[in-house]
C-alpha cells in the first residue's frame, strides 16, 4: 500500500478536471510500482476522494509504520482505494 501524502491545486485552476488528472496519473505510477491499494489522510476532501473511487477505513488499516506517525489532534479520515 502507497500513501498519496498530498495532492493539491490551486485554487485559481480549481474545478477544471486537474486533481483528477493528476490523481489517474498518481495511480498509474503506484500501479506500474506494483502496489495494490492507495491510501490518503485528508480532513477537508474526503468527498472528492470517495467520488473517485475511495473508501473510508479505519485507522487500524493504516500501516503499522503510519499508525505511529498518526497525528490524533487532525482527526484525518483515512480513505483507501484498491488499484
Ligand atoms: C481536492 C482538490 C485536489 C481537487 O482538485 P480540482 O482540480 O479542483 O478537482 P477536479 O477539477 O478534478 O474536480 C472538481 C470536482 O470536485 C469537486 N470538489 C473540489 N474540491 C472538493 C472538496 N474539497 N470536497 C468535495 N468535492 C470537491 C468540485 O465541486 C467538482 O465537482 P464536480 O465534478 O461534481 O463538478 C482541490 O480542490 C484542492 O487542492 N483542495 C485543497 C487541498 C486539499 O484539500 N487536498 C486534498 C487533501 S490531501
Redesign the pocket.
Known amino acids: 500500500m502507497a500513501e498519496?501524502?498530498?495532492?493539491?491545486?490551486?485554487?485559481d485552476?480549481?474545478?477544471?478536471?486537474?486533481?483528477?488528472?493528476?490523481?489517474k496519473h498518481i495511480e498509474q505510477r503506484a500501479r506500474a510500482a506494483g502496489f495494490k491499494r492507495l491510501f490518503?489522510?485528508?480532513?477537508?476532501?474526503?468527498?472528492?476522494?470517495i467520488?473517485r473511487g475511495f473508501v473510508q477505513k479505519s485507522f487500524d488499516d493504516l500501516p503499522k509504520d503510519r499508525q505511529n506517525m498518526y497525528n490524533w489532534q487532525r482527526k484525518s479520515l483515512v480513505l483507501i482505494k484498491n488499484l
Open positions: 498519496m501524502a498530498c495532492l493539491t491545486v490551486s485554487p485552476s480549481q474545478g477544471q478536471g486537474d486533481g483528477e488528472r493528476m490523481l490518503v489522510l485528508t480532513t477537508t476532501a474526503a468527498h472528492w476522494f467520488k
